[in-house]
């Protein structure tokens, strides 16, 4: 199964998309609107590696 990721609303710091994190009911350590870039180091990884795997599937 493809794992589909809505990055239309940018990424949450752990690597998680805003979107994710927002019907996680979880609150984004940064606000909407962050891209790949803006995330400490850590993230960066977690959110490519993220966009890999869902490429792949």
Do not use: F, V, Y
């Amino acid at each position: 199964m493809a794992e589909h990721l809505d990055t239309s609303k940018g990424w949450c710091c752990d690597g998680r998309t805003w979107t994710e994190h927002a019907e996680a009911g979880g609150k984004c350590c940064q606000p909407q609107g962050k891209q790949i870039a803006d995330l400490p180091a850590e993230g960066q990884k977690k959110a490519r590696e993220r966009m890999g795997s869902a490429a792949k599937s």
